[in-house]
């Protein structure tokens, strides 16, 4: 048996793990799409490493478009067989590949209109223009492809192929993914005496949520396994306490709404990361500590996650279910407000009165609340708070670099007066600590073979190797991309 890492190595998006087994079945561990680069991540989407006719199944560990991004993509390119998920996860992908596939046919509109005013003068049959990976008709064919299974279900992939999906307290729906594949213990033993066979287990933790969340249980313990694929998005820093951050983020409407009079906008993921600021406001609401202000969440994907979540009150935290019992919306208070509607969301940028403002995307590089930080950048009494992880060449990243005094959005430069702040306590990802306590409760690290240490920008997993090496993991290594590697 083999794997091949062909995303998410020394970087965080792009997650594809390409599993061989002896008896020749192909199994790919996620099928994520490169983002955070605009146009400049088309080729690396395109080019797959593999030909999705030939694979066998996708066992997809969460929704997030970085590991779920290209199924639509697969499945127009010929893939033809299933993909294993848990339930909300597949309610979620509806949900997010739709998105997705409309902000790609806006992306590639806006870059030919570009792209056509650079090349006035075209050569005959010369290609310039580019199109979407993939459209809505894509999207709802790849969803006739899913298969759902609910937690702590041990079934069967192939006759020799098992696995059990384990609440991994990322997202809703996310799953740390448990292989057993039995075959031959090595290649040596394959060609001696093929009678000689063991299962051979494989985890593969997707994402790894925080200890401590107040949307989401924390990660569930996971079976012993032989190797371990493991994500290090937070390999080299530590967050916040969750209830220190509460207090932070309430500190932080009160100085710009009260005390400046001014607009606090919040760029966040739409799935998970909105709908967990929404809660704790919502308890500093039901506690009388949050100002009179209007609260807008102005995105329609945000919208209807939310309604995703109403759906699934089993999956939340007992925080969330014991508010319910006085509480029936831990995601909806007086003063706040959900906007679908794009005349409604362009009205806000005139608004000036004090008020909050949540909305997609959460590294900046899209989105209505591109529009609104765009708006806003240049007002003293504004503040643009960060509460996520943002990729290095993203707008999200480069507003927070220290001293920057201009910035480019939408091709114009805009000085930056509004104050730039980061809360980490937000981020659905376990810090190096919470990841460690979860894996070595989980495992007994000297009976892991080997571990594969993916999606984490480089310093951040060679930081994390050494963390698992001194918590007694042995054969710790950074993929890089396109290795192959044979268990």
Not at 133 to 150: E, G, I, P
Not at 170 to 194: D, F, K, P, T
Not at 424 to 453: A, C, I, N, W
Request: aromatic letters at 8%; one cysteine or more.
């Amino acid at each position: 048996m083999k794997i091949q890492f062909l995303g998410a190595t020394r970087e965080v998006t792009g997650s594809k793990h390409l599993i061989t087994t002896d008896s020749g079945h192909t199994i790919l561990l996620d099928c994520g799409m490169y983002q955070g680069k605009g146009m400049e991540t088309d080729a690396d989407n395109r080019d797959l490493g593999f030909d999705p006719a030939t694979l066998d199944c996708v066992v997809l560990s969460h929704a997030h478009i970085d590991h779920s991004g290209l199924i639509p993509y697969i499945v127009k390119m010929g893939f033809k067989g299933d993909i294993y998920c848990t339930p909300a996860t597949r309610d979620l992908c509806a949900l997010m590949l739709a998105d997705t596939a409309f902000i790609q046919e806006q992306d590639v509109r806006t870059y030919n209109k570009k792209i056509d005013k650079q090349n006035p003068h075209k050569e005959k049959g010369k290609k310039y223009f580019v199109e979407p990976l993939y459209n809505q008709h894509d999207v709802d064919r790849a969803m006739k492809h899913f298969v759902t299974y609910s937690y702590d279900r041990r079934f069967r992939l192939f006759d020799d192929v098992l696995l059990t999906f384990t609440n991994s307290g990322h997202m809703l729906g996310g799953a740390i993914c448990s292989l057993e594949v039995y075959e031959a213990e090595n290649s040596e033993v394959r060609s001696q005496n093929s009678d000689q066979k063991r299962w051979k287990r494989i985890t593969y933790t997707g994402d790894i949520g925080r200890l401590h969340s107040h949307i989401l249980p924390s990660p569930q313990l996971f079976p012993q396994c032989d190797y371990l694929i493991c994500e290090s998005t937070y390999g080299d820093r530590l967050h916040d306490d969750p209830m220190v951050t509460e207090e932070q983020l309430l500190g932080i409407v009160e100085d710009t709404c009260v005390y400046r009079k001014g607009q606090l906008l919040i760029p966040s993921f739409s799935v998970g990361r909105t709908q967990e600021i929404v809660y704790v406001l919502n308890q500093l609401y039901n506690d009388g500590r949050l100002p009179h202000i209007p609260v807008y969440v102005d995105s329609p994907m945000s919208t209807n996650a939310t309604q995703i979540f109403r759906m699934y009150p089993d999956e939340l935290s007992d925080e969330v279910q014991d508010t319910m019992r006085f509480d029936p919306d831990p995601f909806g208070f007086n003063t706040l407000r959900y906007i679908t509607d794009i005349r409604e969301s362009k009205a806000l940028n005139h608004k000036d009165e004090p008020c909050i403002i949540i909305s997609a995307s959460g590294m900046l590089e899209a989105g209505r609340i591109k529009h609104h930080v765009a708006n806003h950048i240049s007002d003293p009494r504004c503040t643009v708070l960060i509460v996520g992880y943002c990729a290095p060449t993203t707008l999200g990243a480069r507003i927070q670099e220290p001293g920057l005094q201009w910035i480019s959005i939408f091709g114009l430069d805009r000085k930056i007066k509004a104050q730039i702040t980061k809360l980490e306590g937000f981020s659905g990802h376990g810090d190096y600590k919470e990841m460690l306590d979860y894996l070595t409760r989980s495992l007994m690290p000297e009976q892991v073979k080997q571990v594969f240490v993916v999606h984490g920008e480089e310093e951040a997993a060679e930081t994390y190797k050494v963390h698992l090496e001194e918590a007694g993991f042995k054969h710790v290594e950074v993929p890089k991309k396109g290795q192959t590697v044979e268990l």
